[in-house]
């Protein structure tokens, strides 16, 4: 089974769909989100991509992120994937998006129209083996000194939109 991806202009307008892997080999821009959960303590929940993701495999991330389908609203497809990828749910709030393009690994491109949501959680997780190799709740601060130490370790999303989402849960503008 092969996923699509819902191309967009730089307006978020949908202008059509194309196989995911190949929207990544051709860097076309596309719909996608990134989800940030925090627990009580203000620690965000990261995941570790599975080694067997076609990109990206290993690397440290923010709790959840994917692509809409075609008829599917972009909250909808992030609490549908937070469920299937981190195996709970959670109200969540949209805080932003932006636009980004970054090489990958393996010759792939991300060129994303990315919306970002957050949410809250207590509990642990119980991820897709598939999906997420690893977990842990951490602190922004320490994870920010992590981040600039190693920058090396976490997706370059994540590194695109950490400081966005650290403002926006601390309370700081931009």
């Not at 981040?147 to 090396?152: I, K, L, N, R, S």
Request: net charge negative; with cysteine.
């Amino acid at each position: 089974m092969t996923s699509k991806v819902i191309l967009v202009d730089e307006n978020d307008r949908p202008i059509g769909e194309m196989e995911k892997l190949e929207a990544h080999r051709t860097g076309l821009l596309h719909r996608a989100f990134s989800v940030f959960i925090f627990n009580d303590e203000n620690e965000l929940l990261l995941q570790q991509r599975a080694y067997g993701k076609y990109h990206s495999g290993g690397l440290w991330t923010n709790t959840c992120c994917s692509h809409p389908v075609s008829g599917e609203t972009t909250e909808a497809a992030a609490a549908r994937r937070l469920k299937e990828e981190m195996g709970f749910s959670t109200g969540l709030e949209f805080v932003t998006s932006f636009i980004y393009k970054a090489e990958l690994d393996n010759g792939l491109f991300e060129h994303e129209f990315d919306h970002v949501f957050t949410g809250r959680y207590n509990g642990n997780p119980v991820p897709d083996a598939e999906e997420v190799a690893g977990w842990k709740y951490i602190g922004l601060d320490e994870l920010a000194t992590d981040m600039a130490a190693h920058p090396e370790l976490y997706t370059i999303w994540f590194r695109l939109i950490f400081s966005r989402v650290k403002n926006h849960s601390t309370g700081n503008q931009e």
